[in-house]
């Protein structure tokens, strides 16, 4: 079996090896990956933080040994911290990576990390990561502060305070533990919703004074109920309520 690790800020994981493919998410920088497949152009990757499955560019990463990728698996991940972070290249020259960047692993790719790493690991640093996220813009498959969608906030702000979710709604409301009323939960507890047929479909963080923040078109905090996500702006719920899990 192949390995490779990401190159660039964020490369978009595509369903299908095509430009024109929509995504299933988003490889940060120095994230590791098995490689599964390939075509003339593309690689068909599994990743190992949330063994999601898609197709990338084989000009966007590189390839690494077996025993390279199993030493990642063993290492605790550190991540950008801020908006934006720069790696100096090996040939002295700058690049922008984004909030979430596995940045360890710059030292493996000949370069030099220049940002800040320190993360909260609480509760208190999931509200806090997830305000960085505020206006972004709904990107389906998206994980960055300039496009992202609903689990991918919600894993992310999670990832970065050293806590790991999987990447849909189905698969995030299966973990942590079920409250019973909402006056139960905390800030940084997550809410899942579900659409007409009874399928969890969306998930919102928790904050303080009965408010969430989701993405909805962008990210957003919005006021939350019994009932669900009561849209001020429509003057209507948008989104039902199924249940609140406590993850940390």
Same mark, same amino acid.
């Given at each position: ?30 994230? #590791? ?8 152009? /593309? ?11 898609? /197709?990338?560019?084989?000009?966007? $990463?590189?390839?690494? #040994?077996?025993?390279? =990728?199993?030493? *990642? ?22 690049? &922008? ?28 640093? $999931? ?5 960085? =996220?505020?206006?972004? &813009? ?46 139960? #939960?905390? &800030? ?19 904050? &303080?004074?009965? !408010?969430?923040? !989701?993405?909805?078109?962008? $990210?957003?905090?919005?006021? *939350?109920? !019994?009932?669900? *996500? ?5 003057? !209507? ?12």
């Amino acid at each position: 079996m192949q390995f490779g690790i990401s190159l660039l800020s964020n490369i978009a994981v595509k369903l299908s090896p095509e430009q024109e493919s929509g995504m299933s998410t988003m490889a940060f920088y120095g994230e #590791s990956f098995k490689i599964i497949d390939q075509r003339k152009f /593309w690689f068909k990757i599994r990743l190992a933080y949330d063994q999601v499955e898609g /197709w990338v560019q084989k000009l966007q $990463v590189q390839e690494i #040994s077996e025993s390279q =990728y199993e030493k *990642i698996q063993f290492e605790i991940p550190t991540y950008c911290q801020e908006l934006t972070g720069f790696i100096q290249t090996a040939s002295k020259t700058l690049m &922008p990576v984004l909030l979430g960047a596995q940045n360890q692993q710059s030292a493996l790719l000949g370069h030099v990390f220049e940002g800040q790493t320190t993360a909260e690991n609480s509760k208190l640093g $999931v509200v806090n990561s997830a305000l960085l =996220y505020l206006n972004a &813009p709904f990107l389906k498959g998206g994980n960055i502060p300039f496009g992202i969608d609903a689990t991918g906030l919600s894993q992310m702000t999670y990832r970065l305070n050293g806590f790991k979710l999987a990447r849909t709604a189905l698969e995030q409301s299966k973990q942590g533990e079920p409250l019973s009323f909402i006056e139960e #939960s905390e &800030p940084g507890d997550l809410a899942f919703f579900d659409n007409s047929e009874g399928i969890i479909d969306h998930v919102g963080i928790i904050l &303080p004074d009965h !408010h969430i923040i !989701h993405c909805y078109g962008q $990210v957003r905090i919005d006021r *939350i109920d !019994h009932t669900g *996500i009561f849209n001020s702006q429509t003057n !209507h719920y948008s989104h039902n309520l199924r249940v609140i899990k406590k993850i940390i």
